[in-house]
């Protein structure tokens, strides 16, 4: 039987999280500039791109004022700063690929970027908190957010590629505004024994793990394979676990011995944290490892979320506790569509890397390195390891697998009834899409 909270047992919430209601992880409404004392930074991080083409984007920054921080007051500010400064900083380590990084980010902008870090609880590189959750805005303030209508603050080498990637991947994260949202139903139906708000909340969650596969989908449509792996990869690397960088990267000003950090990475991604966490998925050593370190490439209050959620008690123990056809049912079907994104994840990496890493290594071995083969000017370090540096393949397919691993039985009549069952408000992708037409952000 239901109870209520005691004076104790207050609500959980996702509001001292800092997750928007309707954007959820994403940056609501990212500046595009900067207080102008910081205008030599927009100049060239607005213009990263065309500087590597020109191989000048060193020489530019080498030239580049060392501006103080202290100006950057509100949060968005540092944000953008953070994605100007990340930008910079991949640019000039790789400007001239694999074989011509540097060992020294200049003064100028490793120190300031390392002052903004560390009031941001960043690392000082690109990553998923800024190439897409904080670089973005729409073309027409009044239109919906859709592809059609978003483009990128500051970019990198990929043209539309790189732009497809990271709104593709920003649509995905909005598609699971409803199940973040419905976490603390979640949450706050255990603790009262609700099992009738359980079921339902994991329903929402369940249909908006639908709607992130079918944004995921997209990434077809929106980028082209060859120019992912050949161009756009390896300005998203990081200086850990990368042999083209064995050292890392000295930040001068800083401390004198190199410093490692991991490439950009679905795993800094706070949403399968959150699934996971909520659900009770435990991964194996290594894998859980590297997902717990990219804990510290999101930003703090999202980390603290994950956190908290790991501390509440167990749902998956409820619901076998409740011993509720429809309750398991909902809950299975979570793990499923959980599993089911998880696995389309693998069919896009398997296109985008697997495939694109074999012809480059055909073309190798062919003597082949004609500049009209995209993927033979693909960096030979990364081939199909992650630019977060994890062995890409096995690491996703034994994550899925764990996730199997939190099943409950079930006969199909109930799965069935869930299936079936209530339609939660504003949970399938194009739902959510249709709802944010009408705001103005």
């Not at 909005?174 to 359980?198: M, R």
């Not at 060859?226 to 800083?254: C, H, Q, T």
């Not at 599993?339 to 495939?355: E, G, K, P």
């Amino acid at each position: 039987m239901a109870t209520t909270l005691t004076d104790s047992q207050k609500p959980f919430s996702l509001d001292p999280y800092h997750v928007s209601d309707v954007f959820g992880f994403i940056l609501p409404a990212p500046l595009t500039e900067l207080p102008p004392y910081y205008q030599p930074w927009m100049d060239i991080a607005q213009h990263v791109t065309e500087l590597i083409y020109s191989h000048t984007l060193r020489s530019h920054i080498l030239k580049m004022p060392l501006l103080n921080t202290r100006f950057l007051e509100s949060h968005r500010e540092l944000r953008l700063a953070h994605l100007a400064l990340s930008v910079m900083t991949m640019g000039y380590v790789w400007q001239e690929g694999e074989n011509d990084t540097v060992k020294i980010l200049p003064r100028n902008l490793a120190v300031p970027y390392w002052k903004v870090s560390q009031r941001l609880g960043l690392p000082p590189i690109l990553t998923h908190a800024d190439a897409v959750l904080a670089n973005w805005k729409k073309r027409d303030p009044h239109g919906p957010f859709d592809m059609e209508n978003l483009e990128l603050l500051v970019t990198l080498p990929g043209g539309d590629s790189v732009r497809g990637f990271f709104m593709v991947t920003l649509l995905v994260e909005l598609a699971a505004v409803p199940a973040i949202k419905s976490i603390p139903l979640v949450i706050n139906g255990v603790q009262c024994g609700d099992a009738e708000t359980v079921t339902r909340a994991l329903e929402e969650i369940s249909q908006a793990m639908e709607g992130m596969t079918d944004a995921l989908k997209l990434m077809h449509a929106y980028v082209k394979p060859d120019v992912f792996y050949g161009i756009i990869r390896i300005y998203l690397s990081g200086w850990k676990d990368n042999s083209s960088m064995p050292a890392g990267l000295v930040y001068e000003g800083i401390q004198a011995e190199p410093m490692e950090y991991s490439g950009g990475s679905a795993a800094q991604s706070s949403l399968l944290h959150c699934f996971d966490e909520l659900l009770g998925v435990k991964h194996e050593e290594n894998c859980g490892a590297f997902l717990t370190r990219m804990r510290n490439y999101m930003p703090s209050s999202h980390k603290h979320l994950i956190q908290d959620i790991s501390l509440q008690p167990s749902l998956r123990g409820f619901v076998q506790q409740e011993a509720s056809e429809l309750l398991t049912a909902a809950f299975q079907l979570c793990v499923t569509k959980l599993m089911a994104l998880r696995s389309y994840h693998i069919n896009v990496v398997s296109c985008f890397i697997t495939i694109p890493a074999a012809r480059a290594r055909q073309l190798r071995r062919q003597g082949n390195s004609s500049q009209e083969e995209t993927v033979s000017r693909a960096p030979t370090a990364l081939e199909e390891t992650g630019t977060g540096g994890s062995g890409i393949m096995s690491f996703l397919k034994t994550v899925r697998d764990r996730t199997r691993d939190v099943s409950l039985p079930l006969d199909n009549r109930a799965m069935q009834k869930s299936t079936n069952g209530a339609q939660p408000q504003n949970t399938q992708y194009t739902t959510h899409q249709t709802h944010l037409q009408s705001n103005t952000f």
